[in-house]
């Protein structure tokens, strides 16, 4: 699939979830609250990784579908809040793994994994120090 195509399944996604959030929704999804989800969440990713475990391609695929629902499910209640937008979500991940990736996007050496490993734990330990990581 084209990465258009998949911007555009994307965005078909969260445009069903926000239809069932909706007045005119579905009932259940519309007093889902961060908190009640969170139930969701981990029964969702034991069941992804129960898939991953047992080498079930297409359980996997299903799986990763209900967990990404939970996920935007989740993210659409704090936006609905004004906290933050899947946006923001989007954004912050990206430069996260853009920042924590010098040997792929910063033309640093890559070394072991072990170096590669000990690289990320540096960069994830100066990301908690210092605010200005966003």
């Known amino acids: 699939m084209s990465p258009h195509h998949t911007s555009d399944e994307f965005l078909n996604l969260v445009k069903v979830i926000s239809k069932l959030r909706a007045e005119d929704g579905c009932p259940w999804d519309r007093k889902q609250t961060p908190s ?23 359980h996997v695929c299903e799986e990763t579908g ?14 609905e ?19 924590r990736h010098p040997h792929v996007f910063a033309g640093k050496e890559a070394g ?5 490993r000990r690289q990320w734990e540096a960069i994830k330990s100066k990301e908690k120090i210092s605010p200005e990581k966003k």
């Open 36 to 58: 009640s989800l969170t139930r969701y969440l981990l029964e969702e990713a034991r069941e992804l990784a129960e898939a991953i475990r047992h080498g079930q391609s297409d």
């Open 66 to 79: 209900d967990l990404l629902y939970i996920l935007i499910l989740t993210t659409l209640l704090y936006e």
């Open 81 to 99: 809040k004004g906290e933050f937008t899947l946006e923001d979500v989007l954004k912050g991940i990206t430069k996260k793994m853009i920042r």
């Open 112 to 116: 072991s994994e072990y170096e590669l």
